[in-house]
Nanobody
Framework: QVHLVESGGGLVQPGGSLRLSCAAS????????WAWYRQAPGEERELVGG???????NYAESAKGRFTISTDNAKNTMYLQMNSLKPEDTAVYYC?????????????????WGQGTQVTISS
């Protein structure tokens, strides 16, 4: 199993910044895709942005220019730097990872989700 744990959420005033972290643990052979999603009350879960092997990133229009995804591959950790936060960014943020894990004698693909971290933007 691969476990993802998010941290860094909280209450921030509009215009402020937050940095979320997502730490992956388990028998990870490699992660080739990371992503952040968010879900506001009463809304569908939506993609915030993703990062592929090779450093290729893509962001939702609402996140472009304000959010940045990065990783520390040595720590199997992904980050989401969020700047110029707005009340409409309020949501539970989830991380997602897709990759390959070891099962001992072989490897298998995996998809894993974190448990979510609350981000609230309010004055």
């Amino acid at each position: 199993q691969v476990h993802l744990v998010e941290s860094g959420g909280g209450l921030v005033q509009p215009g402020g910044s937050l940095r979320l972290s997502c730490a992956a643990s388990g028998s990870i052979f490699g992660i080739n895709f990371w992503a952040w999603y968010r879900q506001a009350p009463g809304e569908e879960r939506e993609l915030v942005g993703g990062l592929q092997t090779g450093g290729i990133t893509n962001y939702a229009e609402s996140a472009k220019g304000r959010f940045t995804i990065s990783t520390d591959n040595a720590k199997n950790t992904m980050y989401l730097q969020m700047n110029s936060l707005k009340p409409e960014d309020t949501a539970v943020y989830y991380c997602f990872a897709r990759g390959v894990r070891s099962t001992g004698p072989s490897v298998v693909n995996f998809d894993s989700w974190g448990q979510g971290t609350q981000v609230t933007i309010s004055s």
